[in-house]
């Protein structure tokens, strides 16, 4: 008994060994090997497969299922493919890569980074506070301010004539006034007119001031003025002598800058053939004899009206000239020159306050 246990043995070997040479020779895929993480088939040949087998069959670690004894088969051991760099058994080694450097590249430096400035503290100044210039009032303004308040005062006007009849209710308050360089020499004129009162009782004054301060009374006149651009006034007359036909005469006046006052020219006024004949009419009508008579003779542009030019100073009677040499005449002092048109204020305290206030 003690010699067929052996035998037994030697046999059951023999017979493990001839099934593993028999699987391992069958024909099979080839397992991938793993290397740097590329996937390649092994270069497949009989002799591999064989050591294979080899090693499989004569390991020291393989151990045959004893089947004598009767134990349980153990679970198949699994390989895992090899990986290069991998190691079995223990920590696994850690490789230093380097990372790669582009060809031609060098190393940046790092960019520096500025210091922050701190700005220094700001020092607050109060701003310096200029003393304010007032205009200075010119002494024009002084002296027409004084006039004003004087009429208002007085009633009265530079020279004594009225400027308020207190018996028939007239207050001085309604007259009017305005400032303005009407005679075109540089300053101001003061310009009062008398409106408070009936219509043939008006009348108008232009105040200067000379260059030593004094009030200089440049014109005095009926209150119908017209300005024109070149200095030139006409001055409408409060009635008409003659039957002109709607129009009124006039006087016209030109400043003279070396007395400093406007010379009166000439006195205008106009006979109107319509009218003549209308006035005619009433007095046969009256049997009366007619006033006027119509100098044919001087309208040579058949314009239905003739004029008279009284110069001034002149003591001679002013003949009738046609409408033509009238036009000629008038527009050697005005030509083509604008009308001037100004605003007067009422002859208040407040307005007459107004022209030396600096607000």
């Not at 500025?114 to 506070?129: C, E, G, K, L």
């Not at 000379?210 to 006034?233: C, H, K, M, P, R």
Request: glycine share 8%; aromatic share 8%.
């Amino acid at each position: 008994m003690k010699k067929i246990l052996p035998i037994l043995c030697i046999a059951a070997v023999l017979a493990g060994c001839g099934k593993v040479d028999q699987a391992s020779s069958s024909k099979s895929e080839p397992l991938p090997v793993v290397k740097g993480g590329t996937v390649r088939m092994a270069e497949d040949t009989s002799q591999s497969s064989e050591e294979t087998s080899g090693a499989r069959g004569y390991s020291e670690n393989y151990i045959p299922p004893d089947t004598a004894r009767g134990d349980e088969a153990k679970e198949p051991t699994t390989f895992k493919p090899y990986v290069a760099g991998e190691r079995t058994g223990g920590a696994p080694t850690v490789t230093s890569i380097p990372r790669p450097v582009k060809p031609g590249g060098s190393s940046k430096p790092a960019e520096s980074v500025p210091t922050p400035v701190t700005p220094p503290a700001r020092t607050t100044t109060a701003p310096t506070t200029e003393p304010t210039t007032v205009p200075e009032i010119p002494a024009e303004i002084k002296a027409f301010s004084g006039v004003l308040g004087d009429i208002v005062k007085d009633g009265t006007v530079p020279g004594g004539a009225s400027a308020a009849n207190t018996d028939r209710g007239e207050d001085v308050h309604d007259n009017e006034f305005f400032i303005a360089d009407v005679d075109l020499d540089g300053r101001d004129e003061l310009v009062f007119i008398r409106s408070n009162t009936s219509a043939e009782d008006r009348y108008a004054k232009i105040y200067g001031v000379g260059d030593e301060g004094e009030l200089i009374e440049e014109l005095s006149s009926y209150s119908a003025l017209t300005f024109y651009s070149n200095g030139v006034i006409t001055v409408e007359s409060a009635d008409s002598e003659l039957p002109g036909g709607g129009f009124m005469p006039y006087t016209l006046y030109r400043y003279d800058p070396s007395t400093d006052t406007y010379d009166n020219i000439a006195y205008v006024t106009a006979l109107d053939r319509a009218e003549v004949e209308r006035l005619a009419q009433e007095a046969a009508e009256n049997g009366t004899e007619p006033v006027y008579t119509y100098p044919e003779e001087a309208d040579t542009s058949d314009s239905g009206k003739v004029y008279y030019i009284a110069p001034s100073g002149s003591s001679e009677s002013p003949q009738p000239i046609d409408k033509t040499a009238y036009d000629e005449w008038l527009l050697s002092y005005i030509s083509n020159e604008e009308v001037m048109t100004y605003s007067s204020s009422k002859l208040s305290e407040d307005n007459i306050k107004a022209l030396t206030s600096q607000n």
